[in-house]
T-cell receptor
Framework: SQQGEEDPQALSIQEGENATMNCSYKTSINNLQWYRQNSGRGLVHLIL?????REKHSGRLRVTLDTSKKSSSLLITASRAADTASYFC??????????FGTGTRLQVFP | KAGVTQTPRYLIKTRGQQVTLSCSPI?????VSWYQQTPGQGLQFLFE???????NKGNFPGRFSGRQFSNSRSEMNVSTLELGDSALYLC?????????????FGPGTRLTVT
């Protein structure tokens, strides 16, 4: 399967804590993207990391990519209640269509 | 810039009917992709249009079709609706074809088939 597998499926933390979610895949990719979805609404793009990049930052978000292990992680530092959402990794193979992973549901308690 | 818009936002149809959903991409974007999201199957790629041509297609039956107009607006049609077609349908626009760049999603159309 070309779909990414995300781990954990669900994560509950307190405000101020860090949240880490992982995405693993099986076939070499062109790029990997992370998206957030709030409660059944549209997805919001967070970060795109290309296969020749190892780490990218955006505000409180840090994404790493290890192509040798075929895995990526998304770290959200100092979580806020507003970060409560589902997070998806999306894989691009040879700049073809995006294939979304299974998602991680993050709950941040105030 | 205005974001991606989708109409209608909610739709209730009866099994056997057909439905047409509309998506207006961000101004200047030529790529529009459609996705179906269900609790059981997650986010699944339907198809992508770029400059009025279908570039990619997912594993959906022929009842699902789409088109793109010269102004990049896109429509998708589902004929002979089945209960299993109940889902959130999302469209996304991008400045280039495929997954090379980030995609900008609309709020979705929630379709309920009864």
């Amino acid at each position: 399967s070309q779909q990414g597998e995300e781990d954990p499926q669900a994560l509950s933390i307190q405000e101020g804590e860090n949240a880490t979610m992982n995405c693993s895949y099986k076939t070499s990719i062109n790029n990997l993207q992370w998206y957030r979805q709030n409660s059944g609404r549209g997805l919001v793009h967070l970060i795109l990391i290309r296969s020749n990049e190892r780490e990218k930052h955006s505000g409180r978000l840090r994404v790493t990519l290890d192509t040798s292990k075929k895995s990526s992680s998304l770290l959200i530092t100092a979580s806020r209640a507003a970060d409560t959402a589902s997070y998806f990794c999306a894989l691009s193979y040879n700049t073809d269509k995006l294939i979304f992973g299974t998602g991680t549901r993050l709950q941040v308690f105030p | 810039k205005a974001g991606v818009t989708q109409t209608p936002r909610y739709l209730i149809k009866t099994r056997g009917q057909q439905v047409t959903l509309s998506c207006s991409p961000i101004s200047g974007h030529r790529s529009v992709s459609w996705y179906q999201q269900t609790p059981g199957q997650g986010l699944q790629f339907l198809f992508e249009y770029f400059s009025e041509t279908q570039r990619n297609k997912g594993n959906f039956p022929g009842r699902f079709s789409g088109r793109q107009f010269s102004n990049s607006r896109s429509e998708m049609n589902v004929s002979t609706l089945e209960l299993g077609d109940s889902a959130l349908y999302l469209c996304a626009s991008s400045s280039s074809s495929g997954g090379a760049h980030e995609q900008y999603f609309g709020p979705g159309t929630r379709l309920t088939v009864t």
